[in-house]
Structures are given as structure tokens and as C-alpha cells.
Nanobody, 128 residues
């Protein structure tokens, strides 16, 4: 069983930055695919950024965050990160860490049904 704990959420003004962290336990736990989703109440959970560990570590982003968000991971620490820059009010959501996803051709799949392990979420609020 993998447990994921997110941190780093908060309130920020438009144009600001935040960095989210997700620690997986047991300590040092890694899975091939880890990533971030976000969800606004009443809407579908949206894929944000995903990283595949073996080899070159293929990274894939949701269209709405490309160029602004960066996902990375420290496998020794079993920690996943999401650096968010140039934040917009539309980025306001609950952000969830996910692990254990499936991959295809070196890139993680980004459908929520592919991920068996989830954190409790951390809220990000961007004000205009």
C-alpha cells in the first residue's frame, strides 16, 4: 500500500508562484508513473503533469499548464514536486498527487482511472 501526502498549497495572487510537494510512503517508494491532477468542485478531475521514471523520464503536461508548470521527482526521497509559475485565477483548484499509473511508449497515461494511489489533496487559490 502506498500513501501519498501533499503539501505546499495556499493562496497567491495572479502572476505568483507556488511549489507543491508529494511524499510517498513507505519511505523511498517509487512507482513508474507519478503525477498531479486538479479538480474544481462540480467539474471533472483534470490531469496537470506526469513523470515517468525509467530511462529519460518522459514528462507530459495538460494543455492548460504547458510552459507555466514543471513537474519533477526525487526518487531517493520518494517525493514528487509541482512548480507552478505565472498562476492564473483559473488554476484555483484542489491539487491531488497520484501514483502507480500506467505508461505507454515511455509516457504516463493521464486518465484518473489509471492511478490506484491518491493523496488527500492540497488547495491552491489564485486571486485576481
Amino acid at each position: 500500500q502506498v500513501t501519498l501526502v501533499e503539501s505546499g498549497g495556499g493562496s497567491v495572487q495572479e502572476g505568483g508562484s507556488l511549489k507543491l510537494s508529494c511524499v510517498a510512503s513507505p519511505y523511498g517508494t517509487t512507482t513508474y508513473c507519478m503525477g498531479w491532477f486538479r479538480q474544481v468542485q462540480g467539474k471533472e478531475r483534470e490531469g496537470v503533469g506526469f513523470i515517468y521514471t525509467p530511462g529519460g523520464g518522459g514528462i507530459i503536461y495538460g494543455d492548460s499548464v504547458k510552459g507555466r508548470f514543471t513537474v519533477s521527482r526525487d526518487n531517493r526521497k520518494g517525493t514528487l514536486y509541482l512548480e507552478m509559475n505565472s498562476l492564473e485565477s483559473e488554476d484555483t483548484a484542489m491539487y491531488y498527487c497520484a501514483a502507480g499509473g500506467n505508461a505507454s511508449n515511455g509516457y504516463c497515461l493521464i486518465d484518473r482511472s489509471d492511478y490506484p494511489y491518491w493523496g488527500q489533496g492540497t488547495q491552491v487559490t489564485v486571486s485576481s
